[in-house]
């Protein structure tokens, strides 16, 4: 079987930087029909003491990623958390949907995160709170982040919530919603998971001049650039992560078919940890079925 080999800054490459993602909860306060963790690992508790020590054990994981579910439903574990590994690290990233802001969390989460990633799927506030079946204020996010101490980004995807004809400036109006709430960078990407008819290529929010055609996994998975002062990222997956079936759905050396991890060294620049300190190699999916 031919391997394919990846560019040397792709996550899969043995040459990038070593991630680690901690699944601090499996419960969420929203519910978005493309949410990445639909199918995972439902683990029950949080034990953030084995959680710390795995991660601290594994010491080349520099980058962390803490995520849910929705982390900010059990923040005081967060914080408990963070404290325990925060000498440990050289970055510390955190996802929430931003719907339990508040001045005060940002307050405590000074000097234990380096970046939190707020995730906004539409430009506009109900349109967005469709898709997370439930509305979550910009306002509030906003308010809740004018004074931080840490990186604000916008993770966002390209989704069918946007109609046909708002998607050739949707980048745009993200980008003037960005600039709003004071963020500093936005994160755009293909959703990952998914069936074939929720699947919305970058290409239908950009031309061909703005977001121009590389090899994926050869030549790399993301674009980035800057506009109007914002850092902007594109990631768009390749032939073999797409689909609700995909087993690469982490960035991780492949065969052809994409069926199958290919067992080299490379396989340990990615790990997961569970809220009940299970470490795997990538994400934890119940087999889904068309």
Same mark, same amino acid.
């Given at each position: 079987?031919?391997?394919?080999?990846? /560019?040397?800054?792709?996550?899969?490459?043995? /040459?990038?930087?070593?991630?680690?993602?901690?699944?601090?909860?499996?419960?969420?306060? #929203?519910?978005? &029909?493309?949410?990445?963790?639909?199918?995972?690992?439902?683990?029950?508790?949080?034990?953030?003491?084995?959680?710390?020590?795995?991660?601290? #054990?594994?010491?080349?994981?520099?980058?962390?990623?803490?995520?849910?579910?929705?982390?900010?439903?059990?923040?005081?574990?967060?914080?408990?958390?963070?404290?325990?590994?925060?000498?440990?690290?050289?970055?510390?990233?955190?996802?929430?949907?931003?719907?339990?802001?508040?001045?005060? #969390?940002?307050?405590?989460?000074?000097?234990?995160?380096?970046?939190?990633?707020?995730?906004?799927?539409?430009?506009?506030?109900?349109?967005?709170?469709?898709?997370?079946?439930?509305?979550?204020?910009?306002? &509030?996010?906003?308010?809740?982040?004018?004074?931080?101490?840490?990186?604000?980004?916008?993770?966002?995807?390209?989704?069918?919530? /946007?109609?046909?004809?708002?998607?050739?400036?949707?980048?745009?109006?993200?980008?003037?919603?960005?600039?709003?709430?004071?963020?500093?960078?936005?994160?755009?990407?293909?959703?990952?998971?998914?069936?074939?008819?929720?699947?919305?290529?970058?290409?239908?929010?950009?031309?061909? &001049?703005?977001?121009?055609?590389?090899?994926?996994?050869?030549?790399?998975?993301?674009?980035?650039?800057?506009?109007?002062?914002?850092?902007?990222?594109?990631?768009?997956?390749?032939?073999?992560?797409?689909?609700?079936?995909?087993?690469?759905?982490?960035?991780?050396?492949?065969?052809?078919?994409?069926?199958?991890?290919?067992?080299?060294?490379?396989?340990?620049?990615?790990?997961?940890?569970?809220?009940?300190?299970?470490?795997?190699?990538?994400?934890?999916?119940?087999?889904?079925?068309?």
């Amino acid at each position: 079987m031919k391997k394919l080999i990846p /560019y040397k800054d792709n996550l899969c490459s043995k /040459y990038a930087t070593k991630m680690l993602s901690i699944k601090i909860n499996h419960e969420c306060n #929203r519910l978005c &029909n493309f949410c990445v963790d639909k199918g995972g690992r439902n683990n029950k508790y949080t034990d953030t003491e084995k959680i710390a020590n795995e991660a601290i #054990r594994l010491n080349d994981y520099k980058t962390v990623i803490i995520t849910g579910g929705e982390p900010f439903i059990i923040f005081d574990k967060v914080i408990e958390l963070l404290e325990k590994i925060r000498t440990h690290k050289d970055r510390i990233v955190l996802n929430t949907n931003g719907s339990l802001l508040s001045k005060k #969390r940002v307050v405590r989460l000074s000097g234990l995160i380096d970046e939190l990633q707020v995730s906004i799927h539409h430009y506009d506030e109900n349109k967005n709170g469709k898709i997370f079946n439930g509305i979550i204020s910009f306002e &509030n996010i906003k308010d809740s982040l004018t004074k931080r101490d840490f990186t604000f980004s916008i993770n966002s995807t390209f989704n069918n919530g /946007y109609a046909e004809e708002e998607m050739p400036n949707a980048v745009n109006k993200m980008l003037e919603l960005v600039k709003y709430l004071s963020a500093d960078r936005l994160r755009l990407t293909e959703l990952k998971k998914v069936d074939e008819k929720d699947f919305v290529p970058a290409s239908k929010f950009f031309t061909e &001049n703005d977001l121009p055609s590389i090899d994926l996994i050869t030549k790399g998975c993301t674009y980035y650039y800057n506009k109007d002062g914002v850092d902007v990222s594109v990631k768009r997956l390749c032939e073999f992560a797409k689909g609700k079936n995909a087993i690469a759905f982490s960035c991780c050396f492949i065969n052809e078919s994409g069926q199958k991890k290919i067992d080299i060294d490379t396989r340990d620049t990615f790990k997961v940890i569970y809220s009940d300190g299970l470490v795997t190699d990538d994400w934890i999916f119940a087999k889904c079925n068309d």
